[in-house]
């Protein structure tokens, strides 16, 4: 088909012309052994049953489609919150690339990340030579103040000493011996993304504080009055980071945010290119060492950070992603019990404007059905909110969630009337969750981009959350903790309902008889 420079077609036109329809239909004739469609949808209609619902619960040795990514992504995630810090993956190029390509397509900025370009040689020989070339590839060519390595497979299959190795590369002079190295091993087939953040967080707290890699001396604790704050893996750590740090300035509170991503994803387009851009400076990563406490939002994403910060000796408070007003509650309270700062005027004010809110739109939520699907923390943090709406959670599935997450959730639905009929899922996938979403149907589901599948199959409304967020743009810039936060998430999840009972009303002469202006 011959295009024009005046006329180019999208894929959404393009594919539909008959060149390429006569061609995807030969394929599907010639190459795909394929079935006739009564048959595939004699199959597609057992797939909705229950009886099909008990098989798919049943399977243990395969996964279809989880609701979580592999731990280098998450050690990415965490490795660019620090000054002019550059993410070193200790494998394949092609791993990498994913990681660049997700987190790019996701915040719609550039996500600067190396490898050490492992492949066949490497994965019999081991890859102490890529290290070598790898590290001094990258201080040579981006000059970063850090260097934060972390592993895929293919390293961890083999065993390379990521500590062994970095040592072998500052004899080789690849980097000064002095320079900061920090490392952590990040074997993608076991855990998630979360687990990645926080074996990167617990290298870099190790590193600065315990001199673990000889590059720094350990510290000694010398207790002030700051405090430090983790987010956790969070894709709307751009707003969120940033009303964290309003709240905090509007309580004079001294505070180091570790790991600080924020502007690093959202840099300004000014001209000038930033690699690197923000970021906990060096400095005040071995100074957190000091602080009277740190507070995590997000749990169990953070779970050996924190672990490994309360062995230092300051107190630890950990959050579900604080979304609703009784988890934004718990947490003003926590940091105001903790620096002895009083909640100011204007965060009241936002807490009763919250509560107004809810009450001018809480009758269009009332009794609607929620499923909620994602990381841990996120799903406990929305269906807390839910049930404060009068709405039911009724499916709230983490595949990569545990025995205790799955235990404190149904806590959480044990304590309102509105969580009686509703059940949490630890360790199930999507496919599990599009089972439950025919036998048990709800009103809306609440995930990442990809229940846009869920949403086409099963008919079930998507409203996006999470990461990643793809087929949106610039949900990330939005925060959704704190009563603020809460009100943008209020603001999402009414627009949806509206945006169906639209739908349900708007053929002239026929459906429309509640086609309403006013709601």
Known sequence: MTETAEKIRDHFDLFHQPEYADMMDNKRKQFENSVGEAEVARVSDWTKTKEYQEKNFAREALVINPAKACQPLGAVFAAVGFEKTLP????????????????????????????????????????????????????????????????????????????????????????????????????????????????????????????????????????????????????????????????????????????????????????????????TTLEEAANAIHAKATISMQEFCTEKTLATIEAHGQEVVAFNSPIGISGTDRFLQAVSRITGKAIPEALTKERGRLVDAIGDSSAHIHGKKFAIYGDPDLCYGVAEFILELGGEPTHILATNGNKSWEAKVQALLDSSPFGKNCKVYAGKDLWHLRSLLFTEPVDFLIGNTYGKYLERDTGTPLIRMGFPVFDRHHHHRSPIWGYQGTMNVLVKILDKIFDEMDKATNIAGKTDLSFDIIR
């Open 88 to 279: 070193f993956v200790h494998g394949s190029q092609g791993c990498v690339a994913y990681y660049r390509s997700h987190f790019s397509r996701h915040f719609k900025e550039p996500t600067s990340c190396v490898s050490s370009s492992m492949t066949e040689d490497a994965a019999v020989f081991g890859g102490l030579n890529n290290m070598i070339d790898g590290l001094a590839n990258a201080y040579a060519l981006y000059k970063p103040k850090m260097i934060a390595v972390s592993t895929t497979c293919m390293a961890e299959v083999i065993g390379d000493d990521l500590n062994a190795f970095i040592k072998n590369a500052k004899e080789k002079g690849s980097v000064p011996q002095d320079f900061d190295v920090t490392y952590a091993h990040t074997p993608a087939f076991v855990g998630s993304h979360t687990t990645g953040y926080d074996n990167v967080m617990k290298g870099i707290v190790e590193h600065f504080w315990d001199g673990k890699s000889g590059t720094v001396e350990k510290l000694e604790r010398k207790p002030n009055e700051s405090i430090n704050f983790l987010g956790g893996f969070d894709g709307n750590t751009v707003g969120n980071i940033r009303e964290i740090k309003r709240i905090f300035d509007l309580m004079g509170i001294d505070y180091t945010i570790f790991g600080d991503n924020s502007d690093v994803w959202d840099t300004p387009a000014d001209g000038e290119f930033r690699m690197y851009d923000g970021g």
